[in-house]
């Protein structure tokens, strides 16, 4: 019998941190039961890089692909969380231990983003030299908890890029501080967000 779900997702409340600037996340009534006189009907407004989300290329590449046009069997199957609290930086060597052969999803657990009332100062990032090793490896998803796989204040972020073109997609975001490193199954799906540069996604574990 398949395990129980473990919800690896941020809470959108009107109190989730958004990136600095960006659109902050709202949830309202369009119209109550009262005024329509049969049902509540919400509407949503956020940034699609608020909480736990998929970064599509075209977040960092204008030409590159789109939320609708991403392969959705990459965001829905086994997965490594490994452990790498306590690290400014990950490269190749610190990963180099990890049973990582054949693992097509990997996340990496930073414990580098503590309180999620509030947007962080400072996170673990990604050495951009870490994306072809882990392509050697076979990995096509890397999910991170924290809001980025670069340093927050990076422009030119490289680890995005040399994850794009080592074919490895993005998840951002991801709650990890109560999950053993180890083997799962992962499901964090993206909306069909036509056009969109990135969705927010529902993400679970179930151990396997
Ligand atoms: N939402 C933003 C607004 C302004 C500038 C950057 C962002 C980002 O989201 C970048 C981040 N590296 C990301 O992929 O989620
Ligand atoms: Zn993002
Ligand atoms: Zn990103």
Do not use: C
């Amino acid at each position: 019998m398949a395990g129980k779900l473990i919800d690896i997702s941020m809470p959108l409340t009107s109190s989730v941190p958004t990136w600095p600037g960006d659109t902050p996340y709202s949830f309202d009534l369009a119209w109550t039961k009262a005024e329509s006189g049969s049902v509540n009907v919400g509407k949503v407004e956020m940034s699609t890089h608020t909480g736990t989300h998929i970064d599509a290329p075209y977040h960092f590449d204008s030409e590159g692909k789109r939320v609708l046009e991403l392969d959705l069997e990459l965001y829905a199957g086994r997965a490594i969380v490994v452990d790498v609290t306590g690290k400014e930086v990950i490269a190749p060597e610190d990963l180099a231990d990890q049973p990582l052969d054949g693992a097509e999803r990997v996340l990496l657990k930073t414990g580098s983003w503590q309180d999620r009332t509030v947007f962080p100062e400072k996170i673990t990032y990604l050495d951009e030299e870490l994306a072809a090793f882990l392509s050697e490896k076979g990995v096509r998803l890397i999910g991170v908890d924290v809001p980025s796989v670069d340093v927050l204040d990076s422009k030119a972020l490289p680890a995005h890029h040399a994850l794009l073109q080592n074919g490895i997609n993005i998840l951002e975001g991801i709650v990890l501080d109560d999950v053993e490193p180890g083997e799962y199954e992962l499901i964090a799906l993206p909306l069909p967000l036509k056009d969109a540069d990135g969705s927010p996604v529902r993400a679970v574990l179930r151990e396997i």
